[in-house]
């Protein structure tokens, strides 16, 4: 018989006693389930808390890791030599010098169409660090798929906002592009 029962049956017999007893025993009972969901309720939140607080941490810190690495990069104002052993030189430096999307653009768009053609088929197609670049493109043209996750970009060795991460990709969209036949 549950406690409620008694409380009625106590209270049809007019028994004082009894409904005080069962009267606690409800109390007792609805108190006990109110501390299990807040408890419930509080560890959750604790939990989350926990879990929020952490993933803010790592926020933090890879912020402040690609803040100190861009900070060893040098600046993004870059003139392509007009000679092939100048843009050689250079492309061994492009993993350290810091360069966005539209800085990129419009250096490529400042190049003579001859020494555009220089740099790209001439130069950073036949450099160590770029050739893998296209071989990757032309692979998942051909429908092969890329060796990494996350596309060109994803595939991508040289850090983002780097003259080497835009070579990387010029190259890398060439040989997709030609491996879509």
């Known amino acids: 018989m549950n406690n409620i029962q008694k409380l009625i049956e106590a209270v049809a017999l007019g028994d004082k006693e009894q409904q005080a007893a069962a009267f606690a025993a409800i109390m007792q009972e609805k108190t ?8 419930i309720e509080t560890a959750g939140k604790i939990y989350n808390t926990e879990e929020a607080i952490e993933e803010a941490i ?3 810190i890879e912020d402040v890791v690609e803040e100190t690495e861009e900070e060893t990069l040098t600046e993004a104002r870059v003139k392509i030599p007009a000679d092939i052993d100048g843009m ?4 061994d430096k492009a993993k350290e010098i810091r360069m966005s ?3 990129y653009e419009r250096m490529l768009k400042a190049l003579p169409a001859k020494q555009l053609a220089d740099w790209v088929h001439n130069a950073a197609f036949k450099h160590k660090d770029f050739q893998p670049a296209y071989a990757v493109g032309y692979q998942a043209g051909m429908g092969k ?11 991508n060795p040289f850090k983002k906002n780097t003259l080497a991460f835009h070579v990387w990709m010029t190259i ?3 040989g997709f592009t030609n491996g879509q036949g």
């Open 32 to 39: 006990r389930s109110a501390i299990e969901v807040k408890t």
């Open 172 to 174: 890398g969209e060439d």
């Open 88 to 91: 050689v030189e250079l492309l």
């Open 101 to 103: 999307d539209k800085d």
């Open 145 to 155: 798929g890329f060796p990494k996750k996350g596309g060109l970009e994803g595939n």
């Open 58 to 60: 790592e926020e933090v």
